[in-house]
């Protein structure tokens, strides 16, 4: 029987993951052959596992360059090459995480809890408790590894992220007015969204479609059953008080944070344009993209993730109470 192209593309992934993992562990490191073999075999195998665990916790960190004398990869900040033992102008050790770090964090929860909650039995009919569990394990593991990272990988401390409360009565008072403000901008922006969309598929079907997008939520779908007020309690504190404290701390602290080395516009660009991805919305793309570089300028303005927390607190409120009561926003 023919692969289909899905398997197909998995398994050539997979295959040049585990090829790169093979060539990048040999140039960073003097383990014995087994050990490259055993990651390249691990991540062929099993790439949602293997390569997050490479990429966050066993790749030594830098940047590689060739050896004058061998012309083999080594590390940048080494006195010596690796292979050849010349000596090379070597650079400062990193000091700051980047995107391998980025990446392999990324893969922990686009692909392998994916993969988990599917092997559990959680498809397409998320209950609410499914819901409550996936979002505590994901936020949970979005602060664990981050912190990690920031952490333990590189030493640095917890501020290097913006986790810092100096100036809460005036970070928490922006915050709210920020988050205030950015409500009306993310309705607006919904509506260009579905103007742009309907210059190419009529307004009708666009509005259709934004439409479908709410609906296909699954936390839409639970909002509008029957809940009690403990369960509407448990839905706001877990989507308005962790989901942006864990997605605030990735988004903005980690992969704002490896970027903004090229510079704060493209660091901003970029970060908000995998926040918005991630949510795999259409209408919606361009609002989550729009909340995803006020989120990161305020990081950026403050240097506190308190305020982008409290902004995103406030925009899950919103869409939490406007599902519930039938808002017009």
């Known amino acids: 029987m023919p692969f289909s192209p899905a398997i197909a ?9 585990a090829a790169w993992v093979y060539f990048d562990y040999r140039s960073r ?6 050990e490259r073999i055993a990651w390249w075999l691990g991540t062929l195998l099993a790439l949602p596992i293997f390569l997050p665990i490479y990429l966050v ?11 004058p004398s061998c012309r083999r990869p080594t590390l940048a900040h ?31 929860f686009m692909l392998a809890l994916p993969l988990i909650a599917r092997a559990l039995g959680m498809d397409l009919e998320f209950s609410l408790t499914e819901v409550v569990t996936l ?3 994901q936020n949970g593991l979005f602060i664990g590894l981050t912190l990690y990272v920031v952490r333990t990988r590189y030493g640095l401390p917890a501020t290097a992220l913006g986790l810092r409360l100096e100036r809460w009565p005036a970070w928490t008072a922006g915050g709210l007015i920020a988050g205030a403000l950015s409500v009306p901008v993310s309705t607006r922006s919904e509506d260009l969204a579905i103007t742009i969309i309907a210059y190419f ?11 479908e997008e709410h609906l296909s939520d699954v936390l839409t779908s639970i909002l ?10 448990l839905i706001v504190l877990v989507i308005s008080v962790l989901v942006p404290i864990g ?3 990735f988004f903005r602290g980690l992969v704002y944070g490896a970027l903004r080395r090229w510079g704060v516009p493209l660091a901003a660009a970029l970060s908000a344009f995998f926040f918005s991805a991630v949510h795999q919305q259409i209408v919606h793309f361009l609002p989550i993209f729009i909340l995803g570089v006020i989120l990161a300028l305020l990081y950026e303005r403050t240097g506190s993730l308190l305020p982008s927390m409290l902004v995103h607190a406030v925009n899950n409120l919103v869409a939490i109470l406007g599902t519930l009561y039938d808002w017009n926003i």
């Not at 593309?9 to 993951?17: D, H």
């Not at 490191?29 to 087994?34: Q, V």
């Not at 509008?224 to 309690?233: A, F, H, R, S, Y």
């Open 9 to 17: 593309l998995i398994l050539t992934v997979s295959a040049l993951a």
């Open 29 to 34: 490191t003097d383990g014995p052959m087994w």
């Open 57 to 67: 916790a066993a790749r030594p960190p830098g940047r590689l360059v060739r050896c």
């Open 78 to 108: 080494r006195a010596a090459c690796r292979h050849c033992g010349s000596g090379i102008a070597f650079e400062p050790a990193p000091r700051l995480w980047g995107l391998p770090e980025v990446v392999g964090i990324s893969v922990v």
């Open 135 to 137: 979002a505590v394990v």
């Open 201 to 211: 598929t009529g307004r009708a079907r666009a509005e259709a479609l934004a439409e």
């Open 224 to 233: 509008q059953g029957p809940l009690t007020t403990d369960q509407i309690v």
């Open 247 to 249: 997605e605030e701390v």
